[in-house]
């Protein structure tokens, strides 16, 4: 079984300078002459991890991380102007290209996987290959599963202080309420919502792992701030037509692809990953039977540093 490689520490960091306000974090570590490859990470507003370089042979890769628009270290944090899909996608070229990398390889989970297949049907010219794991494809039904009709069935005690978070008239379009709430003027209506909503997404990403003691006990302005940037999304279906990222997937289909996906992902429920094999036949398709939502685990560990192991023999 495949465990993480190594913990390594970057041998470059940046802040890459965009036309706006927005100051995006980047850096590079493992073989600066190896495979390039860029971690997109989920959210959006989780931000990049030292572990996440861990996924890749580092005597074989060159690892690209960076913190999306207003994420992890770039800066201003929790900015949501001029901050949208397409802005991230600009900001993945603006990287390719200032670090004078010809074509890379992709790897992305969860809303990561949305960016990746976004990026790469925009640029498909310079990609290598994509890791796609916990397909997320931002139609408007796997928003209901998280924010309506779904999950909330699973987790009904959570999912009733999750509604009680924002007001009666809201409940039953719970992603604009909240939306409402968090960008309101009432910081202890914003607090109240902002918590209930991390509470729901750590229950239903971590499910059995979950624990009283992850509730946060106080929540912080930078905690609002980040979701207030998930709802920022949400509540623009995330920048993009409905049921775009499949429609688009014609131009994917002779790039080599692997895609992951934890049979009890209930963030990401286990039909979105067949749709994306249904429109990329030649993808290598891995369901884990016993995986959820989160990159963690001997499981999903090994599936994932196997994918990547595999690509260097795909794309050398």
Same mark, same amino acid.
């Given at each position: ?41 989920? =959210? ?6 030292? =572990?996440?370089?861990? @996924? ?8 690209? *991380? ?21 802005? *991230? ?9 200032? *670090? ?13 996987? #949305?960016?990746?297949?976004?990026? #790469?049907? +925009? ?17 408007? +039904? ?7 009709? =779904?999950?909330?069935? &699973? ?10 978070? %924002? ?9 604009? =309420?909240?939306?409402?709430?968090? @960008?309101?003027?009432?910081? %202890?209506?914003?607090?109240?919502? #902002? +918590?209930? /909503?991390?509470? /729901? ?9 979950y624990q009283e003691d992850d509730k946060p006990a106080h929540v912080t302005e930078k905690m609002v701030q980040q979701v207030q940037m998930e709802m920022h999304y949400a509540y623009n279906k995330y920048f993009i037509a409905e049921n775009q990222i499949l429609k688009a997937c014609d131009i994917l289909q002779q790039i080599p692809a692997i895609i992951v996906h934890g ?14 094999? +249904? ?21 999903? &560990?090994? #599936? ?13």
């Amino acid at each position: 079984m495949k465990t993480l490689y190594p913990q390594i520490e970057p041998f470059h960091s940046f802040f890459l300078q965009t036309e706006t306000t927005h100051s995006v974090y980047v850096e590079q570590s493992g073989n600066a002459q190896g495979i390039p490859v860029i971690f997109l990470h989920g =959210g959006p507003c989780s931000g990049t991890k030292p =572990g996440h370089r861990r @996924f890749f042979n580092p005597e074989k890769y060159h690892i690209i *991380l960076m913190d999306q628009r207003g994420c992890g270290l770039s800066l201003p944090f929790g900015e949501i102007e001029n901050n949208t899909t397409l802005d *991230l996608i600009a900001d993945m070229e603006r990287i390719r290209k200032q *670090l004078n990398i010809e074509r890379w390889l992709l790897f992305g989970g969860s809303w990561g996987s #949305a960016l990746t297949l976004l990026y #790469a049907q +925009k640029y498909s010219e310079y990609v290598l290959g994509m890791v796609i794991r916990g397909v997320f494809l931002a139609r408007q +039904k796997d928003l209901d599963w998280f924010a309506k009709e =779904g999950a909330g069935r &699973i987790y009904p005690e959570l999912w009733q202080q999750l509604l009680a978070s %924002v007001p009666v008239h809201s409940r039953s379009e719970l992603v604009k =309420g909240l939306y409402d709430v968090v @960008f309101g003027q009432d910081q %202890v209506s914003q607090r109240r919502a #902002a +918590k209930a /909503w991390i509470n /729901w997404g750590g229950q239903v990403a971590l499910m059995d792992d979950y624990q009283e003691d992850d509730k946060p006990a106080h929540v912080t302005e930078k905690m609002v701030q980040q979701v207030q940037m998930e709802m920022h999304y949400a509540y623009n279906k995330y920048f993009i037509a409905e049921n775009q990222i499949l429609k688009a997937c014609d131009i994917l289909q002779q790039i080599p692809a692997i895609i992951v996906h934890g049979r009890n992902d209930l963030v990401c429920p286990m039909e979105a990953g067949m749709s994306l094999h +249904k429109v990329l036949p030649k993808a290598e398709y891995i369901v884990l039977p016993n995986a959820g939502h989160i990159a963690s685990g001997d499981e999903m &560990i090994d #599936a994932l540093v196997a994918a990547t192991d595999k690509m260097i023999e795909w794309v050398q």
